[in-house]
């Protein structure tokens, strides 16, 4: 082990060194001070160059994770210059308690593996989590710290494997060395101490090198997610005891008949308001919305009520749409969603809103406006988020998402959809190449042909509320 720089060492003619902290993952973090401004720094030793670092200490600028001000080169040696903050690290934490309970643990687990969610759903892999680089500041939180191995990376397993080990210190109070057997090469733990089954499984699967989570979502995933019909019952059962407990408090403190003054009489109904009022108030034109209540066989009020779906402002231009708005509207584009991305995830609205309508050739004066508007509104808001292997969540009013996730020729991929039947439908597809369309069952298996960035979209066929869960494998 390389012998740390002593007190006093000057580190780029600027930083004075108080002490070496301890040795990382590239070599010795010192604590030092900024002879010119006299703030603290810490000074973390990395192998790599310093304009390696430029880009991704910009990509890192995320809640909890530490501040750094750039990179320095002393005698060959680079170092990455980062906050310092009142805190302590989990090996002096470890030091001070000995072990944690289990309790302790899930809490340390859900921070940290949001820390990692928010740097792989970047790309980033830091590489270096251990006891030392993960540091609880004065207030409970915890701050992720050491970048000096992290780098733009596809595998983010590394980081699990580390925070897995870290995790089995603080139950158990070993040492590594107590842990590993060096034999059978297999951490062995589960008989100094006892965890609930899940927490076991999970933090089995992120010590494993062949079947570890891809990414720090997948892991919060299997740790954290509650069954979906336990929720929904624990949901029923406390809305309704709510609404028992509301009546009997209104009982109770109304034992006696309410005394109404004679004189006074409120209607505490609010008026309904009226076909003409609604409107003038959603700004669509009169002559439109009849126009489509003749076209789909339905009343204008039950379309105008269909139309609110929309925002304001794409209501706004319907009427007068035409397809060059809409050529215009896809250039000016701010997100990188693709073109058929955002026509699926229109056509997929369209639908839930007039499902009649399906597979029809649209009257570029009537239904073609309100696909218009549909688009507008996609174009807007809809953004594109990176899928890792297991993504949940609840779509409403026709609205669908698109997640994008890099394939390689070869992989197989294994499609698992959990959802309420026919409630929601799937596609995949690249700029080359399509994987599913409209893809509605819950299961499926298929080969990537061709190497590249693929697109999912996954929209709900209805207006209601649709939880959904979709795992995805690549192998």
Request: glycine share 4%; with cysteine.
């Amino acid at each position: 082990m390389r012998t740390p720089l002593p007190p006093d060492s000057v580190i780029a003619d600027r930083y004075a060194v108080l002490r070496a902290l301890y040795f990382g993952t590239a070599g010795w973090v010192y604590f030092a001070i900024d002879q010119t401004t006299k703030k603290p720094y810490v000074l973390e030793a990395t192998l790599a160059e310093s304009n390696e670092f430029q880009e991704l200490l910009a990509s890192i600028k995320v809640r909890h994770i530490a501040k750094y001000e750039g990179a320095i080169e002393h005698s060959g040696q680079v170092y990455l210059v980062r906050e310092h903050f009142a805190g302590r690290s989990y090996a002096e934490l470890l030091e001070q308690k000995k072990r944690f309970s289990e309790a302790e643990v899930m809490q340390f687990l859900k921070q940290v593996l949001s820390i990692l969610r928010s740097l792989h759903r970047r790309e980033i892999a830091h590489q270096s989590v251990s006891l030392n680089s993960i540091v609880q500041r004065e207030d409970g939180t915890v701050t992720l710290t050491e970048f000096t191995q992290a780098s733009f990376s596809e595998r983010f397993d590394i980081d699990l494997y580390n925070l897995a080990v870290m995790t089995l210190a603080l139950l158990t109070g070993c040492t590594l060395e107590e842990l590993y057997n060096q034999g059978t090469q297999r951490w062995e733990w589960h008989d100094r101490v006892t965890v609930n089954p899940r927490l076991a499984r999970v933090l089995d699967r992120m010590l494993s090198h062949h079947q570890n989570y891809p990414t720090a979502t997948a892991a919060m995933q299997a740790l954290f997610a509650r069954d979906l019909t336990s929720v929904i019952f624990t949901f029923t059962l406390t809305g309704l005891a709510s609404l028992f407990a509301l009546r009997l408090v209104n009982t109770l403190s109304n034992p006696q008949p309410a005394i109404v003054a004679p004189s006074i009489s409120v209607d505490a109904a609010a008026p309904r308001e009226t076909y003409p009022q609604r409107l003038n108030r959603l700004k669509v034109p009169q002559q439109l919305v009849s126009l489509l209540a003749e076209e789909a066989s339905q009343s204008a009020e039950s379309v105008l009520k269909l139309l609110e779906r929309l925002s304001q402002e794409a209501r706004r231009g319907m009427g007068t749409y035409k397809r060059v708005n809409y050529d215009s509207w896809l250039n000016q584009r701010n997100s990188n969603l693709s073109r058929r991305a955002i026509e699926t995830l229109t056509d997929a609205q369209f639908v839930a809103l007039f499902p009649d309508h399906k597979g029809k050739i649209l009257n570029p004066r009537t239904f073609g406006q309100v696909w218009y508007a549909i688009a507008f509104d996609q174009i807007k808001q809809a953004k594109p988020e990176t899928f890792s292997s297991s993504i949940s969540g609840t779509l409403t009013n026709g609205v669908g998402k698109v997640y994008r996730s890099r394939f390689k020729q070869g992989q197989t991929v294994q499609l698992s959809l959990n959802a309420p039947a026919n409630q929601i439908a799937l596609w995949i597809f690249s700029s080359e190449a399509t994987l599913l369309k409209d893809f509605q069952q819950a299961n499926w298996t298929g080969k990537i042909q061709q190497t590249g960035f693929y697109e999912i979209v996954i929209a709900p066929t209805t207006l209601t509320e649709v939880n959904y869960e979709l795992e995805l494998e690549a192998q």
